[in-house]
């Protein structure tokens, strides 16, 4: 209504709501929704007419004149006016100096008719360059260096198709001061790096851009998360073989990089990565195992040792244990004996499996693997019992109930039998004493 009003328009607007007929609500035709304008003054469709209109209307009210919106019920074969609006498209290509890449607008993008200013995209930071001026028409000199207006102008005075209005911008005709990339102490970066490892890759939170480990010169960029990786068979004492650092702002420093401990990564980094050992828990042996309790372990550096039981220790990488499977028993490779060895991941190398008989027929699998016998589930008895049972008792219950019908009425009839010997009884006695009374009164 505010726009109807300001341009001094009181023909009636056709609303884009309809209605099959006058039984029928008015529909939005855009989402197909129940129109709902209880808010304003509307008869709410006991008008004639299957289209929507609005226009307002000045009423006084005591000494003041007030507009109110009005919605009427109209034919569809009336003519209307129609409002439409359409977006405007912004202005593009500034002048300055403006880089996209590095460069963008704020607070909002330069649609027409706002002022904006040119910022550092994150990441970036304002580097003095030196300052030249232009004149021209798209120069205004009392706006100040890094502000654009979007300048937006119609091709006639007649209110055309928005694809009529051409923009423009206008600057302070001074070149704009270009962004740099903020960047992390590098010297730091190499620093930090423990003994045994190396600068593995790095990327970027930003754009999610990847650098590899011959692009080292990247890594101190902000918003690099760079990994510390340790080389092959060495790990961290916590047991993870990566550190994450990232680069950041420093708190409170503006727009100064500073190296931050990322995720579960806390600075300062380890000095070194230890050799990669394994832990004793994992070759335990158990009873069900069938291997003989007296075993071999063999140490990188050469040392042997036979023992009975492991000792409570990490064992260093390639640390090998040689263990014999008992009399009549045999690997699931058949073999009767296997070696377990600490690999470069700190996991021992197979997996430690138990022996199994010899004379057992061996089940394997197209990639080697044992494939132990089906063996029927413990409850499976109980639940065929159950089944059964269930079955039984089905076909069981008709008969019962049928047994006990017939008893019923074999009841009922031998019941009936004597009711009717006891009728004819005492019929004979009767038809008697009517005869002998008959007899006596002839006499």
């Known amino acids: 209504m505010a726009m109807l009003i300001s341009y001094n328009v009181k023909d009636r607007i056709l609303l884009n ?58 034919s569809c074969s009336s003519s209307f006016s129609l409002i439409c609006e359409h977006n405007v498209k912004g202005c593009t290509n500034p002048p300055g100096g403006f880089d996209p890449t590095t460069m963008d607008f ?18 970036f930071t304002p580097k003095a360059s030196p300052q030249t001026s232009v004149m021209g028409p798209n120069v205004d000199p009392n706006l100040s260096p890094g502000l654009y207006k979007c300048k937006g102008k119609r091709n006639s005075t007649e209110a055309e198709d928005p694809s009529l209005y051409s923009v423009k911008f206008i600057y302070s005709g001074a070149n704009l001061n270009t962004c740099e990339t ?31 480990s011959n692009q ?18 060495y790990f961290f004492s916590d047991l993870s073989f990566e550190k994450y650092v990232e680069c950041a702002l420093k708190d409170g420093g503006g727009n100064i990089g500073e190296w931050k401990g990322y995720t579960n990564t806390i600075l300062p980094l380890p000095q070194t990565c230890i050799p990669v050992t394994c832990q004793y828990e994992h070759v335990l042996l158990k009873e069900p195992y069938n291997i003989e309790p007296n075993f071999t372990i063999e140490y990188p550096n050469g040392t042997v040792s036979t023992l009975d039981k492991l000792e409570p220790i990490p064992y260093p990488y390639q640390t090998r244990i ?24 700190g996991r021992w190398l197979p997996q430690l499996a138990g022996c199994i ?45 049928d047994l006990t019908t017939v008893k019923r009425d074999i ?16 019929t004979r006695r009767l038809r008697k004493a009517k005869r002998a009374a008959r007899e006596e009164k002839e006499e």
């Not at 909002?108 to 008719?113: E, I, K, N, V």
């Open 322 to 345: 040689h263990y014999v499977c008992k009399k009549g028993y045999e690997t699931v490779v058949k073999k009767p004996d296997q070696n377990i060895t600490c690999g470069p991941i």
């Open 17 to 74: 709501a309809r209605r099959e007929d006058s039984s029928k609500p008015f529909v939005w035709l855009s989402d197909k929704t129940v129109a709902n304008l209880n808010f304003m003054s509307w008869s709410g469709g006991t008008g004639q007419g299957d289209c929507l209109v609005m226009f307002y209307t000045t009423n006084r009210v005591q000494n003041t004149w007030t507009n109110v919106a009005v919605i009427e019920e109209y």
């Open 411 to 426: 009841a009922y009839f031998f019941r009936n039998i004597r009711l009717q010997k006891r009728l004819w009884q005492a």
């Open 357 to 401: 008989k010899i004379d057992e027929h061996m089940i394997t699998s197209s990639s080697g693997r044992y494939v132990p016998p089906l063996v029927e589930a413990p409850s499976a008895k109980e639940i065929g019992f159950v089944i059964i049972a269930f079955i039984v008792t089905f076909f069981t219950c008709p008969l019962l109930l």
């Open 106 to 123: 704020a607070p909002t993008p330069p649609h027409a008719g706002t002022i904006t200013h040119v910022v550092c995209q994150p990441g």
């Open 216 to 233: 080292v010169s990247e890594f101190s960029r902000y918003g690099n998360i760079v990994t510390y990786r340790c080389i092959e068979s």
């Open 182 to 212: 903020i960047r992390c102490d590098e010297a730091e970066l190499f620093n930090m790096l423990p003994a045994h490892a190396s600068l593995a890759a790095a990327r970027s939170k930003l754009t999610e851009e990847e650098f590899g």
